[in-house]
């Protein structure tokens, strides 16, 4: 690999390289390396500061990691190169770009490492003689507004891209061409293939469907996109946000995924019964261990306290664990067709902030683990499942909520193993505390001079 990257660099005039690895926040951290270090690295791996499982998602320290910290000093971790993660952004075409793993100084996968987290969980999938195949949608809202302006305001009265309510809009996407062509020619050429862009219901607001791919590229792509479209809004003074819930007058942002299990030839689809209006027994119970354990890893799917502000009626977030045939009101939406090629599962109560890594491991481990138990899901619903009362189904609405069902899931140190689950709860109790520390612009505004 090593001598045909080093024809490739020749052919394509590279001279930098940039190298990174996401965190367990969905933030990708990076550095340029030199050449000479990349031809060395690719072999032995190199350095990375552990800190970036060290802190949060504001360069804060944990008070309460035990993967790394002050009692060990921030030791570099072991970086490895996925050389098959060789991209080049178009608008630097001299530069390199690879993702990379993280692993301990022994070798071992790093705990905290959400990429190798996914890996450990397609491993499971490969060894019962499964191929999956994932996608990620991201709806994401763009502004007028440098990182600069947004700062001085303090993140309010904001400039949207486009005023009011619009959604599929031809007219918005024509008044916006230049940055619509960038961000499908910029994607394409990067390889994150968009199978369709539109606007959305709100001011700014877009949706992007990526095309799915097995698992571990899917997940790449969902993770990149993020990072390659504010560079690519950046390039036009423009700045977006993939929060849930950034405007409590406004829908949120959702960040569905699509997924499906294959042989492993990648011929057959096992969740389609041929050309029936049913999943297979696989896919049932696929969607059985999904349904199911969703309540108890809500905490994976929805990192951030931000993220259950997303969880209230009439904005198109499901409230609790429930599915349905083409019913966009579930938290699964099952996708018979029209062919056997298509059938899927949409799982709908992710939002545009996932750690895509995190988020495609629980879902699939979940799926696994239905697989292997058998689990049946619970009854179809039909018509708005927002109004399903069963206390057995609903999601945690809290963060602080979801981390306690989370503690208490068997299943997810089973499918995730418990030193990232651990890790994950330890990170997410520290996003709860610090919560708690703040004080809000509602709390001001209702109690500062009546009480």
Known sequence: MSEELRRDFKEKGIRKVKVGGFDVDGLL?????????????????????????GWDICDQLY?????????????????????????????????????????????????ACPRNLLKKVIDEARAAGFTAKFSAEFEFWVFQETPDSMHSKGF????????????????RAGQHQALLDDILDTCAEYDIEIEGIHTETGPGVWEAALRYDDVLAAADKAALFKTTLKQICARHDLSVTFMAKWNADLPGSSGHIHQSLWDAQEQINLFAAGGSDRLSETGRHYLGGLVTLAPELTALYSPFVNSYKRYVPGVWAPLNASWGIENRTCGSRVILGPTDHATRIEF??????????IAMAACL???????????????????????DSDPTLALPLTLEAAVERLRGSEVARIALGDDFVDHFIR???????????????????RYFEAV
């Not at 951290?29 to 499982?53: N, P, Q």
């Not at 309010?156 to 007219?171: E, I, K, Q, V």
């Not at 703040?438 to 505004?445: F, G, S």
């Open 29 to 53: 951290r990076g550095k340029y390396i030199s050449l000479e270090k990349l031809w060395s690295a690719l072999d032995k791996g190199f350095g990375f500061c552990d800190v970036i499982f």
């Open 63 to 111: 008070d309460n990691a035990t993967v790394t910290g002050w009692e060990t000093g921030y030791p570099d971790a072991l970086a490895r190169i996925d050389a098959s993660s060789f991209r080049i952004l178009p608008d630097a075409p001299d530069t390199a770009h690879f993702l990379v793993d993280f692993h301990t100084q022994d070798g071992g996968p790093h705990p």
């Open 156 to 171: 309010r009265d904001l400039d949207p891209l486009s005023p009011g309510m619009f959604g599929y809009s031809w007219l």
């Open 348 to 357: 709908r109560q992710t939002a545009a902030d996932i750690n895509p890594y």
């Open 365 to 387: 481990g979940a799926g696994l683990y239905g697989i292997a138990e058998k689990i049946e899901p619970p009854a179809m619903t039909k018509g708005d499942a927002t109004s």
């Open 427 to 445: 990170t997410r109790d520290w996003e709860c505390r610090e919560y708690r520390k703040a004080v809000t612009d509602w709390e001001l505004r």
